[in-house]
């Protein structure tokens, strides 16, 4: 009897292009099911942190994935009805923030300390915040620019007027994305390192 | 001596701080004149004083009703003027937003894709217009005749709405 040993890096079924659309699939399924879920609740959305998880965790490319899917479908299939093409072609950017964001901080000293297990992630918790609050800044100011972009004689006015209608929205998106990023994504960071899901080295992009 | 994660990234931190920062007070500045917009809508010299405002509640069945009110507290916004005319069903969403969603009038509710879109003339084209504010932000410095019409819409595009008068003009800037 012949036994053969076959050994698989956990890298290396990361790789995989199966593993690669899996992944982008789960966190597709993950952010459309908490959206749906959470309809009720105006411009509060764990959606943004997730995409903001698969690019910091996976690589840019995966979290451009995660992000572009899950705006498309919910721009498409939502409670209060698709969504004009202009809205959906400038929400699909702006969730692109949330991959930059995560893309730009892994492999920096964030994901390190996270992995190292020191006692400082009270401080990481504030730089995930505060990172979290920057891109959803970015993505409100994009967004509301673009609600406003067909209904107003000028661009800056579509901006500044865009801006301050869409505020009390924006105050409820970063404000809850501020807790999100602060109490969701490092609790998630930690539990893919202790499974081995993630090192700040492992690169699938 | 250990040199936590703050002291090692010392320009790091100092930056994003800063930016925080300058997030924090733009959008509260954004925010804080977005109120100050709907309270002062009514400056000094109009407060105490009424307006005329006419209100058009198109059922979509080819039902329709013209309410003409001439006695209107200036500072009302036209939520409270709805409320005032009809019986209103609506969801309220505290602060920030602090707005009602309306889900019925006179006893028809929003169901499936049918929904009251709120319509407003714009003086200027002499047009309709679908507003892009809800009924509480609406205050009647701007607009004197205004719409509720329920229809279904499969886009939340509203320039692929139909106005709630058949035929009539309708904008999409005002």
């Keep these: 009897m012949t036994i053969t040993t076959v050994t698989t890096s956990r890298a290396s079924v990361l790789n995989r292009p199966s593993t690669k659309v899996l992944i ?6 993950l952010s459309l099911a908490t959206d749906y879920a959470m309809t009720g609740f105006q411009n509060i959305k764990v ?4 995409v903001f998880l698969a690019a910091f965790l996976f690589g840019f490319r995966l979290g451009i994935g995660v992000a572009l899917l899950t ?9 209060l009805g698709p969504a004009d093409p202009i809205t959906l072609l400038f929400v ?11 893309a730009g901080l892994r492999g920096t000293f964030v994901g390190s300390t996270f992995l190292r297990g020191s006692r400082e992630y009270e401080r990481l918790t504030i730089v995930l915040s505060l990172v979290g609050l920057l891109a959803t800044f970015a993505f409100d100011v994009l967004t509301n620019f673009a609600s406003l972009l067909l209904k107003t004689s000028s661009l800056y006015q579509a901006l500044v007027v865009g801006n301050i ?11 809850s994305n501020a807790l999100f990023f602060a109490f969701v994504a490092p609790a998630m960071i930690v539990s893919a390192a202790r499974l081995g899901l993630w090192s700040p080295r492992s690169d699938l992009a | 001596m250990k ?15 800063l930016v925080a ?58 939520y409270d003027l709805t409320n005032n005319i009809t019986k209103v069903q609506a969801t309220y969403y505290g602060p920030p937003t602090s707005e009602h969603l309306v889900t019925g009038i006179n006893g028809v509710h929003s169901n499936g894709q049918y929904f009251w879109s709120l319509w407003a003339v714009c003086q200027k084209s002499n047009a309709w217009i679908a507003t892009s504010v809800g009924a509480d932000a609406i205050h009647f410095t701007t607009y004197h005749t205004l719409a509720w019409f329920y229809q279904a819409a499969n886009s939340q595009d509203s320039s692929n709405w139909n106005p709630p008068v058949s035929g009539a003009a309708k904008v999409t800037v005002c």
Aim: aromatic residues 14%.
């Design chain 1, 24 to 29: 982008v699939a789960v966190f597709t399924a």
């Design chain 1, 71 to 79: 705006r498309f479908i919910y721009g498409l299939v939502n409670p």
């Design chain 2, 3 to 17: 040199v936590g994660v703050l002291g090692e990234h010392k320009a790091f931190f100092s930056i994003l701080f």
């Design chain 1, 47 to 50: 959606m943004d942190t997730l």
């Design chain 2, 21 to 78: 920062a300058v997030i924090i007070a733009a959008e509260g500045s954004a925010y804080y004149y977005y109120q100050q917009s709907l309270g002062t809508a009514c400056l000094n010299p109009c407060k105490g004083s009424v307006v005329s405002v006419e209100t058009l509640i198109n059922y979509g069945n080819r039902t329709s009703q013209w309410i003409n009110k001439t006695n209107i507290p200036s500072n009302w916004n036209f």
């Design chain 1, 92 to 102: 699909m950017i702006g969730e692109c923030f949330f991959v930059i964001a995560g």
């Design chain 1, 165 to 175: 209608v869409g505020a009390p929205f924006a105050v409820a998106h970063e404000a």
